[in-house]
């Protein structure tokens, strides 16, 4: 049968262990832990207890039992084998119960975490509670510190976290994180590849104002919402953010936040390139970047292809061999012509002879080919299925409205199957003299295309 025994240990701690008597010998089922103080060692019988018990119910009599202490226990170490009687009268105690709990360990990594960042520079020490706060549980202010209680940390009046948040601003806190961001991330992982991104916060509020206005929303909402930019390292620390206005498209995003990262840390004078999917960047902002002095590697819309491609189609018609690149050019505006039919070569672009064009290369694979052919037999075979009326009609690629009815499209598709396997890439001076085949694997991995 099993037993909760107390001993005294070498330290002249008092080890409590669940134990049983097995064969005349005993042994330890758990060690529950060494009490030093009276209270440790009510906590750790109270415990061993439970261990004993496990799931078997017990009735619960409220009968009152002496409290244990550890000069109860014999301590070999003096000579002392057993001790004397407890007197009558002694204060007794019910059952152990837990008073409170808290999570300061976690607080405490927590809070060397932010230290090493280099973050207590700031000195303001209400404010690295609530940071670490929303880390534990983003939720309000006021509700905040129901958290750092949990937490075990010292609490503030609500006027008091007011009143360090408006040292925010005339602070300029922003500023000196920003700069501690930018010194760990150059001191670890390093500035080589930076990422960007771009979400939405949106606000419980009926009406607009300057900043939360309605758009396009990731979460399919209608409320008033902000923008929110946010760049960071190869690791995902953060470096610079950036709020703009609620129905802000994307794409105008990225060049402010960028040139707001140049300015503070003094880099206008460092060659960055800006690498992004043909979806981020519109005309409007490749010229922007290029006049910001900023080089850019950009995917093409296939759709482009036969603009940036006429030369080829003209005297090969659609046949390209397996890993084929054609370093061409592009034009900056749709209306103008940058390529000509009368010449076999491609032409080779050059910022001087070339001022309305942009570097274009295209590559063709089979993977690609065979991947796109399979997407365009999927809409093909839908397409179908809608003009027989076998499947709703909605707005489907390659099905067109006359007045004889729906039809398919079969121009249409066509000129799709005739560029299957290209992937084209748009750059400005990022490797005038290396060759194409270079930047296309360093452009792969933009859009993680083959």
């Given at each position: 049968?099993?037993?909760?025994?107390?001993?005294?240990?070498?330290?002249?701690?008092?080890?409590?262990?669940?134990?049983?008597?097995?064969?005349?010998?005993?042994?330890?089922?758990?060690?529950?832990?060494?009490?030093?103080?009276?209270?440790?060692?009510?906590?750790?019988?109270?415990?061993a207890?439970?261990?004993?018990?496990?799931?078997?119910?017990?009735?619960?009599?409220d009968?009152?039992?002496p409290?244990?202490?550890?000069?109860?226990?014999?301590?070999?170490?003096?000579?002392?084998l057993?001790?004397?009687?407890?007197?009558?009268?002694?204060?007794?105690?019910?059952?152990?119960?837990?008073?409170?709990?808290?999570?300061?360990?976690?607080?405490?990594?927590?809070?060397?975490?932010?230290?090493?960042?280099?973050?207590?520079?700031?000195?303001?020490?209400?404010f690295?509670?609530?940071?670490?706060?929303r880390?534990?549980?983003?939720?309000?202010?006021?509700?905040a510190?129901?958290?750092?209680?949990?937490?075990?940390?010292?609490?503030?009046?609500?006027?008091?976290i007011?009143?360090?948040?408006?040292?925010?601003?005339?602070?300029?806190?922003?500023?000196?994180?920003?700069?501690?961001?930018?010194?760990y991330?150059?001191?670890?992982?390093?500035?080589?590849?930076?990422?960007?991104?771009?979400?939405?916060?949106?606000?419980?509020?009926?009406?607009?104002d300057?900043?939360?206005?309605?758009?396009?929303?990731?979460?399919?909402?209608?409320?008033?919402?902000?923008?929110?930019?946010?760049?960071?390292?190869?690791?995902?620390?953060?470096?610079?953010?950036?709020?703009f206005?609620?129905?802000?498209?994307?794409?105008?995003?990225?060049?402010?936040?960028?040139?707001?990262?140049?300015?503070?840390?003094?880099?206008?004078g460092?060659?960055?390139?800006?690498a992004?999917d043909?979806?981020m960047?519109?005309?409007?902002?490749?010229?922007?970047?290029?006049?910001?002095?900023?080089?850019?590697?950009?995917?093409?819309?296939?759709?482009?292809?036969?603009?940036?491609?006429?030369s080829?189609?003209?005297?090969h018609?659609?046949?390209?061999?397996?890993?084929?690149?054609?370093?061409?050019?592009?034009?900056?505006?749709?209306?103008?012509?940058?390529?000509?039919?009368?010449?076999?070569?491609?032409?080779?672009?050059?910022?001087?002879?070339?001022?309305?064009?942009?570097?274009?290369?295209?590559?063709?694979?089979?993977?690609?080919?065979v991947?796109?052919?399979?997407?365009?037999?999927?809409?093909e075979?839908?397409?179908?299925a809608?003009?027989?009326?076998?499947k709703?009609?909605?707005?489907?690629?390659?099905?067109?409205t006359?007045?004889?009815?729906?039809?398919?499209?079969?121009?249409?598709?066509?000129?799709?199957?005739?560029?299957?396997?290209l992937?084209?890439?748009?750059?400005v001076e990022?490797m005038p003299?290396r060759?194409?085949?270079?930047?296309?694997?360093?452009?792969?991995?933009?859009?993680?295309?083959?």
């Open positions: 049968m099993a037993f909760v025994r107390k001993v005294r240990t070498a330290s002249g701690a008092v080890a409590v262990q669940v134990v049983r008597k097995h064969r005349g010998r005993h042994e330890i089922i758990a060690h529950v832990g060494s009490a030093h103080t009276d209270v440790e060692l009510g906590i750790l019988l109270e415990r207890r439970n261990l004993l018990r496990g799931d078997q119910g017990m009735l619960e009599l009968v009152p039992s409290v244990e202490q550890i000069a109860d226990v014999a301590d070999w170490r003096t000579g002392q057993s001790v004397s009687p407890p007197t009558a009268g002694r204060e007794v105690a019910g059952p152990g119960r837990t008073v409170r709990t808290t999570a300061r360990l976690l607080y405490d990594v927590l809070a060397s975490v932010y230290d090493r960042l280099g973050f207590d520079v700031l000195d303001d020490a209400v690295k509670d609530l940071v670490i706060a880390i534990v549980e983003p939720t309000s202010k006021i509700d510190l129901r958290v750092l209680d949990d937490l075990g940390a010292d609490t503030v009046s609500y006027k008091t007011q009143r360090h948040l408006a040292q925010i601003l005339t602070g300029d806190y922003r500023d000196r994180i920003a700069h501690r961001c930018f010194e991330a150059a001191a670890t992982g390093g500035l080589g590849l930076l990422l960007f991104d771009v979400t939405t916060l949106y606000f419980e509020a009926e009406k607009e300057d900043l939360r206005k309605v758009g396009y929303s990731k979460e399919r909402r209608v409320d008033p919402q902000i923008v929110v930019g946010l760049l960071v390292d190869r690791t995902g620390f953060p470096l610079e953010i950036g709020c206005e609620g129905n802000k498209a994307e794409t105008h995003t990225l060049i402010p936040i960028v040139r707001q990262f140049q300015t503070r840390h003094g880099i206008d460092v060659e960055m390139v800006i992004a043909a979806g960047l519109s005309a409007s902002n490749l010229t922007a970047l290029d006049e910001a002095g900023l080089k850019f590697i950009v995917g093409s819309r296939v759709t482009k292809a036969p603009g940036d491609l006429t080829h189609f003209h005297w018609g659609d046949v390209f061999t397996d890993g084929q690149i054609i370093d061409t050019v592009t034009p900056r505006h749709a209306r103008s012509v940058v390529n000509t039919v009368k010449r076999r070569a491609e032409p080779v672009w050059d910022p001087v002879r070339h001022p309305t064009s942009w570097r274009a290369i295209w590559q063709y694979t089979r993977k690609r080919a991947r796109d052919n399979q997407t365009l037999n999927a809409q075979a839908r397409a179908k809608v003009v027989d009326g076998t709703k009609a909605k707005v489907t690629r390659f099905v067109k006359t007045t004889a009815g729906q039809q398919l499209d079969d121009a249409a598709l066509g000129r799709a199957r005739s560029l299957v396997g992937k084209g890439y748009d750059d990022v003299t060759s194409a085949s270079l930047l296309v694997a360093a452009s792969a991995s933009v859009d993680g295309s083959a």
